[in-house]
């Protein structure tokens, strides 16, 4: 095993613990999600920052525009998460549900697209393939049987067709994140995780997925 791997998953361990605390325990939660969207937002100052690092005009007002917009986006996306949290529990099952999809997204384009290969999906990520992406929606609807006597009030196809889409916007959030770090000439947005990259590398899905898969699941049991 490279010790690269062992830094990964001893990161993965951590980060588990992490999600099972912040899940279980409120106080722990509101902390971690604030903390979390702040480094984000520095990742992504710095990934602005040297996209656009010539001082002319244009490349000031297209700094000052990204950061204004992640700014507010990842402000309301706290405020929804906490408000969310404490409102009630079909809220907490929608947002808790796209974050496992956004989980499981990432992991089966990580093994589907190791064990077969093949086609790459796009020049943005290289290391992504079509076969990494029809193994990231597999592994998606595999959390289906888990959720059924939760979302009660939508059809099986119905479901099927939202955990779709709410992988279709984290792996979005995934090659997003991607573009920026090959427009800056970087391989992560910092080195905070070991073996991971920065906070923004692991939670780029996530960050789309969630909004999606609320506005989507709400839409439907209305």
């Known amino acids: 095993m490279s010790i690269e791997l062992k830094k990964r998953l001893i990161t993965s361990f951590f980060l588990f613990i ?14 971690s999600i604030i903390i979390i969207c702040i480094i984000c937002w ?5 990934l602005i920052s040297k996209i656009f690092k010539k001082n002319n005009r244009t490349n000031k007002i297209f700094r000052f525009f990204y950061k204004a917009i992640s700014l507010i986006y990842l402000s309301i996306l706290v405020y929804y998460i906490l408000i969310a949290k404490s409102a009630n529990n079909l809220s907490e099952i929608f947002i808790t549900y796209s974050i496992l999809i956004s989980i499981m997204s990432d992991t089966g384009g990580l093994i589907v697209g190791r064990i077969f290969k093949g086609q790459k999906l796009t020049k943005i990520s290289p290391k992504k393939t079509i076969s990494g992406s029809i193994g990231s929606f597999i592994f998606s609807l595999a959390l289906i049987p888990f ?3 939760y979302l009660t009030n ?10 779709i ?8 959030g995934d090659l997003f994140i991607s573009y920026l770090k090959r427009k800056a000439k970087v391989k992560d947005t910092s080195d905070l995780l070991p073996g991971h990259g920065g906070f923004l590398d692991r939670v780029d899905g996530i960050i789309f997925s969630i909004p999606v ?3 989507t699941l ?3 049991l209305q």
Not at 42 to 46: Q, R
Not at 165 to 172: D, L
């Open 213 to 215: 898969g609320i506005l």
């Open 154 to 163: 939508i059809g099986l196809i119905l479901l099927v067709c939202i955990t």
């Open 18 to 31: 992490l999600l099972f605390l912040m899940f279980f325990y409120t106080f722990i939660l509101i902390i």
């Open 165 to 172: 889409i709410i992988s279709f916007a984290s792996q979005v």
């Open 42 to 46: 520095i990742e992504f100052y710095a």
């Open 218 to 220: 709400n839409y439907f």
């Open 147 to 149: 959720f059924t006597q």
